[in-house]
């Protein structure tokens, strides 16, 4: 372009209000380059060619050939020379100039930076004020100008430079963020490798430990062996001396018959039935009172047996009335239960309580060796049993209310009347200490189980064990008859529950869910779910009819002692380690928390209304609770 002009004064005021910045630093670029020359800007006008005034150039066909009988030298020259000027033209690669970017005006500039930042208001005024000056001919759209190149670019790196600003702020947070979940790590790390380091070290104390019991053990052998003989001597003794009592039962029995005939005034068979002659046993012990004591009821006791036969189980059991009461019952489950009053009636804890079927009487079981008949609601004592040796884990009463049944620690199982406070019946046969009892429906059978792996079932009017229950790997906690049937629930330690064929003393059905010892087990009041827990607090609900686990409630870590339901089924009452009451509501699930014992709770029971419940616990008291 011939001339340089610059831009004018006016677009420059325009443009540096606009901006809201002075152009004293782009007058400064100016005079610095002023040497190579100064910018200005154009504008140019692009026009498109019209087809119709285009002029087109012929071109030679290439495969002229020169016809035979005209061939000359000088022509053939001249051909070879045009073909390579053609190849020439066409080889040459027309450069057509680039199309000129038109740079932008400041009209449209300031247009877009108010668009752009949301100034409407301002936009609308520009434009209406601009477009009122461009009528009136005050300002004149050629002398405005074009925005320099240097204000877009600087715009455009602007741009650029806030958005690489946001992405450095986001890499720095996932640094940081990067930097906290190293130092995290890194502390497990530690922590872990300290752990490590720990167990490896406890690893070699155990196995030194274990190295030196070993070693402990070796060095008991011999004493071992001296005590295996010295049993296998005791044993012949022993056999020894059950040869000589049944001798000696054997002189009794005709020394009574000489005195029975002496009574009788059968002088004349004396001399005939001397027990022992002087001449074969100089120093035998005559019989005393108490040996003939003995032999007498030894002989009673035959003659009874003689006279009793064995009960039979009943075949045609009528139907459970819980069912029909528990559809009757529409009152709401009550779970709002205050403690009431406190029984101090144990000088050691609690193990068992038992509601009276009839009566608003209680029996409560301790570990003193006595159990308690008290009445209700005052809780004064009524009647006392202290026959048993050890510790009583459990009893029962009769169906009819009129006796009661006890398990204790010194391996028996004692029928009592309570009417006279006196004890019946004792079974004795298992092997160690026995842990529950039930009574059949009927009231003529007793169940026990016992920590000896084996559950037993007496015969009351027989007085005899009918029938021994094995299956149980291990202690057998808890057993209870299936109302109104002839089938038996038994929970054991070995996390099993088993459901048994009293008649014919077989296992019909074995639960597993359980992962710790079962501590009890029992029926709900129409039969139709099995309730048990273990000694980790979980309490697990079954479906009796499919065999099936229907929930699973942990209130651990303390263990569930025992569980109970109340009369109308629809609550669960557990008594736990810890000394809560747990009371679970089968309907909605919730689990509500009765607090009042200071230590451990041992058992508990709901009144037959379901207005009161009652817990006993290790301090030797049991707990009203209404």
């Keep these: 372009m011939a001339a340089q002009?610059?831009?004018?004064?006016?677009?420059?005021?325009?443009?540096?209000?606009?901006?809201?910045?002075?152009?004293?630093?782009?007058?400064?670029?100016?005079?610095?380059?002023?040497?190579?020359?100064?910018?200005?800007?154009?504008?140019?006008?692009?026009?498109?060619?019209?087809?119709?005034?285009?002029?087109?150039?012929?071109?030679?066909?290439?495969?002229?050939?020169?016809?035979?009988?005209?061939?000359?030298?000088?022509?053939?020259?001249?051909?070879?020379?045009?073909?390579?000027?053609?190849?020439?033209?066409?080889e040459e690669k027309t450069d057509l100039p680039s199309k000129h970017v038109a740079p932008e005006v400041i009209e449209d500039f300031l247009c877009n930076f108010l668009m752009r930042m949301g100034m409407t208001r301002t936009l609308d005024c520009f434009q209406s004020e601009w477009y009122e000056f461009i009528q009136k001919g005050v300002t004149e759209v050629r002398d405005v100008g074009n925005v320099p190149d240097v204000y877009t670019q600087n715009m455009l790196l602007e741009t650029e430079n806030k958005n690489l600003k946001k992405d450095l702020k986001h890499y720095k947070q996932a640094a940081d963020k990067a930097r906290e979940e190293l130092l995290k790590t890194q502390k497990e790390r530690d922590f872990h490798r300290m752990h490590h380091k720990r167990t490896v070290q406890e690893k070699n104390k155990l196995i030194n430990d274990l190295k030196g019991l070993k070693l402990h053990y070796a060095s008991y052998e011999p004493t071992i062996r001296v005590l295996h003989e010295k049993h296998h001597t005791l044993l012949k003794q022993k056999m020894l001396t059950s040869l000589q009592r049944d001798r000696a039962v054997k002189q009794i029995s005709r020394v009574q018959a000489t005195l029975m005939c002496a009574e009788s005034g059968c002088s004349n068979s004396v001399p005939e039935i001397r027990a022992i002659p002087s001449r074969e046993k100089k120093n035998a012990p005559g019989p005393t009172q108490n040996d003939l004591h003995e032999t007498r009821e030894q002989d009673k006791y035959k003659t009874k047996m003689k006279n009793k036969t064995d009960s039979k189980f009943p075949t045609d059991l009528q139907p459970n009335p819980?069912?029909?009461?528990?559809?009757?019952?529409?009152?709401?489950?009550?779970?709002?239960?205050?403690?009431?009053?406190?029984?101090?009636?144990?000088?050691?804890?609690?193990?068992?309580?038992?509601?009276?079927?009839?009566?608003?009487?209680?029996?409560?079981?301790?570990?003193?060796?006595?159990?308690?008949?008290?009445?209700?609601?005052?809780?004064?004592?009524?009647?006392?049993?202290?026959?048993?040796?050890?510790?009583?884990?459990n009893c029962c009463f009769h169906p009819s209310g009129n006796k009661l049944a006890t398990a204790s620690?010194?391996?028996?199982?004692?029928?009592?009347?309570?009417?006279?406070?006196?004890?019946?019946?004792?079974?004795?046969?298992?092997g160690h200490a026995v842990w529950s009892c039930t009574w059949h429906t009927c009231g003529d059978f007793v169940a026990s189980s016992s920590l000896d792996t084996t559950s037993k079932i007496w015969d009351v009017n027989s007085e005899r064990c009918r029938c021994t229950l094995y299956g149980h790997t291990d202690s057998v906690n808890s057993i209870e008859f299936f109302p109104y049937s002839n089938t038996l629930l038994t929970g054991s330690a070995d996390k099993s529950l088993s459901l048994w064929d009293a008649r014919t003393g077989?296992?019909?059905?074995?639960?597993?869910?359980?992962?710790?010892?079962?501590?009890?087990?029992?029926?709900?009041?129409?039969?139709?779910?099995?309730?048990?827990?273990?000694?980790?607090?979980?309490?697990?609900?079954?479906?009796?009819?499919?065999?099936?686990?229907?929930?699973?409630?942990?209130?651990?870590?303390?263990?569930?002692?025992?569980?109970?339901?109340?009369?109308?089924?629809?609550?669960?009452?557990?008594?736990?380690?810890?000394?809560?009451?747990?009371?679970?509501?089968?309907?909605?699930?919730?689990?509500?928390?009765?607090?009042?014992?200071?230590?451990?709770?041992?058992?508990?029971?709901?009144?037959?209304?379901?207005?009161?419940?009652?817990?006993g616990g290790s301090d030797g008291t049991v707990r009203k609770w209404s």
């Design 5 to 90: 002009r610059g831009m004018p004064s006016s677009a420059l005021q325009v443009l540096e209000e606009a901006l809201g910045m002075g152009l004293t630093d782009a007058r400064d670029t100016a005079s610095a380059v002023a040497a190579e020359g100064a910018y200005y800007l154009e504008q140019v006008t692009i026009t498109e060619a019209s087809e119709d005034d285009y002029e087109y150039e012929e071109i030679p066909d290439d495969n002229f050939s020169i016809p035979e009988g005209e061939e000359d030298l000088a022509k053939a020259i001249q051909m070879v020379q045009e073909q390579a000027t053609d190849t020439h033209i066409l």
């Design 322 to 393: 819980n069912l029909y009461f528990c559809k009757e019952n529409n009152r709401p489950a009550k779970f709002d239960y205050k403690l009431n009053n406190i029984f101090r009636l144990h000088s050691l804890p609690v193990s068992c309580i038992a509601i009276h079927p009839r009566k608003d009487i209680l029996v409560s079981c301790g570990e003193d060796h006595i159990w308690k008949l008290v009445g209700l609601p005052k809780g004064n004592v009524l009647l006392t049993g202290c026959s048993h040796t050890d510790w009583l884990s």
């Design 409 to 430: 620690g010194d391996t028996t199982v004692k029928l009592w009347n309570l009417s006279k406070g006196n004890c019946l019946l004792t079974f004795e046969g298992h």
């Design 506 to 615: 077989k296992c019909e059905q074995t639960l597993y869910g359980h992962m710790h010892s079962i501590n009890d087990a029992t029926f709900a009041p129409r039969g139709h779910i099995i309730a048990s827990c273990d000694s980790c607090g979980v309490t697990k609900l079954w479906d009796f009819r499919k065999l099936l686990p229907i929930v699973s409630i942990d209130t651990g870590p303390s263990p569930g002692n025992e569980v109970n339901f109340d009369s109308s089924g629809r609550v669960l009452a557990q008594a736990s380690g810890n000394g809560v009451i747990h009371l679970l509501d089968l309907k909605s699930g919730e689990i509500h928390k009765l607090m009042g014992h200071e230590n451990e709770a041992h058992t508990v029971v709901f009144s037959h209304d379901g207005e009161s419940l009652f817990s």
